[in-house]
């Protein structure tokens, strides 16, 4: 009985995992689709999250063939957006922001507005702090990737603290920015 249900459990988990890798190249290859008419305002950016389930791309329960793929899904949107990017929003950025080893918060970013993205990764707030990672380490060699033609990698140690709790909330993780070469 046992070894039935680990089995069948195993099946269930192996074909949910397909099914989200599939929904992710269908989202990457149609995600270009959704440009925005015009400049948004606001922040002045957009942003897409991934259509995924945290529990099948996170650790410890993915396994490394999963997340890695899960990554190159994400440059691969990045780059269809880059080279779709309508004639009319020529400055806009093209971001893919990976989050590690935290990946369900990963998303592809689009910066219409220069200053807020020279100001995006400054943060040296007591609670909010990022520090940039050397460029001797690169998550996209962890896993075997290249980083796609047209994009430069940065990483950061991020720390995010919030004191509304009680212990306050602490975070730390990485993250690494492929922004579009300008």
């Keep these: 009985m046992t070894k039935r249900y680990i ?14 890798m599939r929904n992710m190249k269908v989202w990457s290859q149609t995600l ?9 305002r606001g922040r002045g950016f957009n942003n897409w999250k991934t259509p995924v389930w945290s529990g099948l791309i996170n650790p410890p329960r993915s396994s490394l063939h999963t997340q890695r793929r899960y990554i190159e899904l994400i440059l691969r949107a990045a ?9 009319h929003l020529r400055h806009a950025r093209v971001t893919a922001i990976i989050s590690y080893p935290d990946l369900f918060r990963s998303s592809v970013d689009v910066f219409f507005d220069q200053d ?22 690169s998550l996209m060699k962890s896993y075997g990737l290249k980083v796609k033609a047209g994009f430069r990698e940065q990483g950061y140690s991020t720390y995010w603290r919030d ?13 690494w920015i492929y922004s579009e070469v300008m």
Excluded at 7 to 20: G, N
Excluded at 79 to 87: D, G, V
Excluded at 163 to 175: A, G, K, T
């Design 7 to 20: 089995s069948d459990f195993l099946y269930r988990r192996q074909r949910r995992t397909k099914t989200m």
């Design 32 to 40: 270009a689709n959704e440009w925005p008419e015009a400049t948004p």
């Design 79 to 87: 780059a269809k957006m880059q080279s779709s990017k309508p004639e």
């Design 116 to 137: 807020y993205w020279a100001a995006f990764a400054i943060r040296s707030d007591v609670n909010v702090l990022w520090v940039p990672i050397p460029t001797s380490r």
């Design 163 to 175: 004191d509304d709790f009680d212990p306050p909330y602490e975070n730390r993780q990485q993250v």
